[in-house]
């Protein structure tokens, strides 16, 4: 009897110690690192056991639905990306779900230009999809709240890494960044706008024209004050990238008379002043260069002959001669790779001229379209314009 009794609870234990296995040891059926398991909202407890079961998330189905009631979760779903790691135990797993233990999501904003673009890149990384966050940013019943509207969107934006929740809404998604933008707008930050005598908002939508124009650092603050002197004279900005902005067509190389007659509201070859809203999100470095822009008498800037960065001028005859050099060694460039290209068709010609499918001397030069583009964008005055319209402009 007393035998029996040993080897029952010898059974006992050995089955205890199994089921004890079973629950706390690992219970994972993928072979890769991790598991990033998406909880969306609304979504039922069967519904989440059958996706479990179609990844292979988990060995035993059945076992995980055992625990899952002894721990009260099969009514306590919860929303959110969870990380299931390989190798961990069913109650590991069950508890943390039940928690809500979610692993954050980094979500890093660098330049943006469009409400669509952005609201993309929402929809990519958060459980808040693209059209839920660009019905948002397009009305301004939503944007009230913020202090801003439709035009002014992304003045709230600064250019970070900012961490959320996957299920996270769209108001929360601004408002994560909208603190992000109060903290950085330091009273001495606001002073310094106001001493250049702006507010902030139209320090940022300045900095997103001068982001557009150059990615050279030190020809930032000085195509800043172009700007300023600009507005300080009742000259109109005739800044080429709001016109690029206007047209959506942000891949334009050049410029003419008949693209800056586009009918918008951005248009600053048109209206006066800065535009109603940013046309993309500028870098806190480029906000700086703005803050802080250095007093010039400074009305023109051209792209440097060398490529290397900007020229700037405070007459309109300094200005042609800028534009003009740096148009001379464009062709020069541009004459240099037509040469090659040519070259580079001739013995293609004369390899095929010998198979009988024609003579070199029949073969055209091939004609580069794209120029030689220095390191940021030209002013619109040194783009291929009418110079005595162009002066008149300027006047």
């Known amino acids: ?181 109060k903290e950085w707008w330091t009273p001495e930050r606001i002073k310094a706008a106001e001493e250049e005598g702006l507010t902030p908002a139209q320090a940022y939508i300045l900095a997103s024209i001068v982001e557009e124009e150059t990615n050279v650092p030190a020809d930032k603050g000085k195509i800043a004050s172009v700007y300023m002197n600009r507005m300080a004279r009742g000259m109109k900005l005739a800044a080429d990238p709001t016109v690029k902005y206007a047209t959506k067509d942000f891949e334009m190389k050049h410029i003419y008379f008949n693209t800056l007659k586009v009918a918008s509201p951005y248009n600053t070859y048109i209206h006066e002043g800065l535009p109603p809203g940013p046309i993309c999100t500028p870098t806190e470095q480029t906000l700086e260069a703005v803050l802080h822009a250095p007093k010039t008498d400074y009305l023109f800037f051209a792209a440097a002959p060398d490529f290397t960065g900007t020229v700037f001028s405070a007459t309109f005859k300094e200005h042609l001669e800028n534009a003009n050099a740096y148009r001379k060694e464009l062709h020069t460039q541009e004459a240099i790779r037509d040469s090659l290209n040519a070259a580079k068709a001739g013995k293609d010609s004369s390899n095929a001229a010998k198979t009988g499918a024609g003579a070199a001397k029949n073969t055209k030069p091939v004609k580069t379209t794209r120029p030689v583009k220095p390191q940021h964008a030209r002013s619109a005055n040194s783009k291929p314009v009418n110079t005595k319209t162009a002066r008149k402009k300027h006047k």
């Open 1 to 181: 009897m007393k035998r029996i009794l040993l080897f029952a609870i010898a059974v006992l234990v050995l089955l205890g110690g199994l089921a004890a296995w079973k629950i706390l040891g690992p219970a994972t059926g993928f072979q890769r690192e991790k598991y990033d398991l998406y909880i969306r909202s609304g979504m039922t407890y069967d519904q989440l056991v059958t996706l479990l079961e179609k990844d292979t998330v988990i060995r035993s189905p059945a076992l995980f639905n055992w625990v899952a009631g002894r721990l009260d979760y099969k009514e306590k779903v919860k929303a959110g990306k969870y990380e299931i790691k390989q190798g961990m135990g069913l109650l590991s797993i069950v508890r943390m779900l039940r928690n809500g233990r979610q692993v954050p999501v980094h979500f890093t904003v660098g330049k943006v230009r469009t409400k669509e673009g952005l609201a993309g890149m929402v929809g990519r990384k958060l459980e808040c999809d693209s059209l839920s966050m660009l019905h948002f940013s397009k009305s301004n019943d939503s944007l009230k709240a913020f202090g801003i509207d439709t035009n002014t969107f992304f003045t709230l934006i600064l250019p970070n890494t900012y961490t959320y929740f996957w299920n996270i809404t769209a108001a929360d998604v601004l408002k994560k960044m909208e603190a992000y933008s």
